[in-house]
């Protein structure tokens, strides 16, 4: 997303020293209505933190710049789908969560999900923090789920410690990029870099092997809620 893109500049120019802690926090409407709502049970899914939030870790990869070794997770399907039933059997998709994520440099990373927060100003809100300052992101949800919220622009904010004082920016996105898909505009990136890989042979952002891991981050946090316990990512991928 263009605003995120704006973010990790301002982290990769120094702005903020040296990244210790980022953070997600994503408070949303409701998984959408499916085929078969086949995404309502973590056996078709993997679960919502591998199915709904992999793509998070692979930002927390990307910008910690790091691997993660251990997961730490809390969460609970608590609000949503609780009075729907399908073969006799009520959807296990977590609704809310918290997510810990440390990284073998000892950088932390963190997600908060809750997916009943429709009515949030922010649908989703992210937090850098390095030894010299703090940069954040706000990104409004799409106007196809709250008619005339996805109009409001993204803001980025820049906290130095020395000198105090947060210099905010709004991060404008082309109204036609917006109405192209969702997540406020990568979706037209997106297919523009793929174009640019296929067409001119431009290097791929994103591997397979970075999803892969991103998914792993995943299902280390669903097994840390089941399990209640810490979760090391060394071997998980071989089992």
Not at 48 to 76: N, P, Q, W, Y
Not at 219 to 225: D, K, T, V
């Amino acid at each position: 997303m263009p605003p995120l893109t704006a973010m990790v500049d301002e982290i990769n120019n120094g702005k903020i020293g040296e990244l210790k802690m980022f953070s997600i926090r994503e408070h949303r409407h409701p998984f959408l209505s499916k085929v078969g709502n086949w995404n309502r049970f973590a056996e078709r899914t993997g679960g919502t933190l591998v199915e709904k939030c992999c793509h998070f870790f692979d930002l927390m990869r990307l910008i910690v710049d790091d691997e993660a070794v251990r997961v730490f997770a809390s969460g609970a399907a608590d609000v949503n789908h609780r009075d729907e039933r399908y073969d006799g059997k009520v959807p296990d998709m977590i609704d809310n969560a918290y997510v810990i994520v440390e990284f073998r440099s000892g950088r932390r990373a963190s997600l908060d999900l809750c997916m009943f927060a429709d009515g949030a100003y922010w649908q989703e809100e992210f937090s850098a923090v390095g030894d010299k300052g703090k940069v954040e992101c706000f990104v409004p949800g799409s106007g196809k789920h709250w008619p005339g919220r996805g109009e409001r622009q993204a803001e980025v904010v820049v906290s130095p410690r020395d000198p105090k004082g947060p210099v905010r920016r709004t991060v404008e996105v082309d109204e036609r990029l917006l109405s192209l898909g969702a997540h406020h505009g990568s979706t037209y990136f997106e297919h523009l870099g793929f174009q640019q890989s296929v067409l001119e042979g431009s290097p791929v952002k994103v591997s397979v092997e970075d999803g892969l891991k991103a998914v792993v981050i995943g299902l280390a946090a669903e097994q840390s809620i089941r399990e209640t316990r810490v979760v090391e990512i060394d071997g998980l991928m071989l089992r």
